[in-house]
């Protein structure tokens, strides 16, 4: 991956929502767009996170801000890290909008070379994030920066859902084959040897197809409705065959620095 392709690619795309309209995210949007957000692995990161109060939070690659204002709002200190400055600047204006711009910073730089000091910090947060990364790197820097007994709740899209693989060969925007490697066994053992521990949640084997209604048409109710359908179908076939686990769309790693 060429760190300049993903640069283009992301100040490009520097308003992307999952409201109709490709508008930019604003406090008076908010709520619909936090709705399209918490989806089934989201509430599994954040009960992963558990509480945030106080908590000094990393998230890497924050996009527009969706997550780090929602950590906000629950009471973190969120060092909110893109290496987008365009979407840095909506998420400063959501955030001023909010009354949250004192516990949101936003954060020009790249996760391979964070701007903290060893151990100065609770959690580290990603949504889709790592794959755009030189992946050792990224991880090290995750490390090092969390405090000894930090946790790292790292939510990444994977290569085994044949649905996803069809869409990305189908369907997929050409340049992320360029600035994409989703994450495999090899990825997972990279992030195991990097905190020497991991569990992990796996989502989305037939409910990959209510995204449909996010990232096609943007309609929440079909979306909300499909999606809790679908979702229970997939919990099901989980339970019946738990191999099928591999073919999950999105896994949760979740990981924390020894003591």
């Known amino acids: 991956m060429k760190a300049t392709d993903a640069q283009s690619y992301w100040d490009r795309h520097a308003t992307a929502s999952n409201l109709p309209g490709e508008g930019a995210l604003t406090a008076e949007n908010w709520p619909e767009e936090i709705a399209f957000y918490l989806t089934p692995e989201q509430d599994f990161a954040c009960r992963q996170m558990g509480p945030l109060a106080s908590r000094r939070v990393l998230e890497v690659g924050c996009g527009v801000g969706v997550n780090a204002i929602r950590m906000g709002e629950e009471g973190a200190l969120v060092a909110a890290l893109d ?150 179908l997939d919990r099901a076939l989980f339970a019946l065959c738990p191999p099928l686990r591999r073919l999950a769309w999105f896994r949760v790693y979740v990981v924390e620095k020894k003591q």
């Open 83 to 232: 290496s987008s400055l365009p979407r840095l600047r909506v998420l400063k204006r959501v955030a001023v909008e909010k009354g949250l711009d004192a516990r949101l910073h936003p954060v020009c730089a790249r996760a391979e070379h964070l701007p903290f000091r060893a151990g100065s910090l609770d959690l580290a947060y990603t949504k889709a994030s790592l794959i755009h990364t030189d992946l050792p790197a990224a991880l090290a820097e995750c490390r090092r920066v969390l405090k000894p007994g930090g946790r790292g709740v790292f939510c990444e899209p994977t290569t085994s859902n044949p649905l996803a693989w069809l869409y990305r060969r189908l369907l997929g925007p050409r340049e992320w084959q360029a600035i994409t490697r989703y994450f495999s066994r090899a990825e997972e053992r990279v992030m195991s040897e990097a905190f020497g521990n991991l569990r992990s949640g796996s989502f989305y084997l037939t409910s990959f197809l209510a995204f449909y209604w996010q990232f096609g048409r943007r309609r929440l109710k079909r979306f909300k409705r499909w999606l809790a359908v679908l979702h229970a």
